[in-house]
């Protein structure tokens, strides 16, 4: 077996490899607006096999910030293919399909707070409520939900709710303030779960929005409700 620092610069390898394919394959613009084509570097493979090897036999408390970082990185990169984290099945608990324990994703999570980069901060957010540790789950997406991004704040909402977050309806009030429309449809949806009362009231508010999708979604709901 490789020591941890052996495979730390195996997947620090891994970053650079990508990089250097992103900026012969996109365009400046691509790289500065994160459009980069992720999906299409052709060396995820041994990616993932570098990071089913860290997460079958690193303990996570002894990686440096680095190395977390370029895992939250490469996270980032795979956010509409689902191996590492298995954030977009409602229907399982499995937390990835590399191994990765809920003592790794707690801490890739624990650091992650600190990242910018939205597309591995939301999917870090939708899957926080598998930790074994409910309330530093519920203490860590508090965190993430002060995220200045929606999305983020969206798939913090529907993990603190799976976890049965006893202030959620203050935090969905002050999403519904925000005025975001797919954040507004989040808080409906979580109402018609645990509010009737708000969910009535806020439901007629959206049901006259001039936003299309969060109009069609009120009328929809409030159907399934009925």
Same mark, same amino acid.
């Given at each position: 077996m490789e020591n941890r620092k052996q495979i730390e610069n195996k997947i620090q390898k891994n970053v650079e490899e990508f990089w250097k394919w992103a900026f012969k394959s996109s365009s400046k613009e691509e790289?500065? &607006?994160?459009?980069?084509?992720?999906?299409? =570097?052709? $060396?995820? %493979?041994?990616?993932?096999?570098?990071? /089913?090897?860290? =997460?079958?036999n690193l303990n996570f408390d002894e990686l440096g910030n680095k190395t977390l970082d370029n895992i939250i990185f490469i996270i980032a990169q795979q956010w509409d293919i689902g191996i590492i984290l298995n954030? =977009? &099945?409602? #229907?399982?608990?499995?937390? #990835?399909?590399? #191994?990765?324990?809920? !003592? +790794?994703? %707690?801490? *890739?999570?624990?650091?992650?707070?600190?990242?910018?980069?939205?597309?591995?901060?939301? %999917?870090?957010?939708?899957? !926080?409520?598998?930790?074994? $540790?409910?309330?530093?789950?519920?203490?860590?997406?508090?965190?993430?939900?002060?995220?200045?991004? /929606?999305?983020?704040r969206r798939m913090s909402l529907n993990s603190l709710h799976k976890l049965g977050? +006893?202030? *959620?309806?203050?935090?969905?009030? $002050?999403?519904?303030?925000?005025?975001? /429309?797919y954040e507004r449809m989040i808080c409906l949806q979580i109402w018609s779960e645990i509010n009737e009362k708000e969910f009535i009231k806020y439901c007629e508010i959206a049901e006259k929005d001039?936003?299309?999708? !969060?109009? /069609?979604?009120a009328i929809k709901i409030k159907k399934e409700q009925e």
């Open positions: 790289i500065l &607006n994160g459009e980069i084509d992720s999906p299409s =570097f052709p $060396n995820w %493979q041994k990616i993932e096999n570098n990071l /089913e090897e860290a =997460f079958r954030w =977009f &099945n409602k #229907g399982g608990e499995e937390i #990835g399909q590399l #191994g990765m324990t809920e !003592l +790794q994703l %707690q801490r *890739i999570c624990e650091r992650g707070v600190t990242t910018n980069l939205i597309d591995a901060k939301s %999917q870090l957010a939708a899957s !926080l409520y598998k930790i074994e $540790n409910k309330e530093k789950a519920k203490e860590l997406l508090l965190s993430y939900y002060k995220d200045e991004d /929606e999305y983020i977050y +006893q202030n *959620i309806n203050d935090l969905l009030l $002050n999403s519904w303030d925000k005025n975001e /429309e001039e936003r299309k999708y !969060l109009r /069609e979604f």
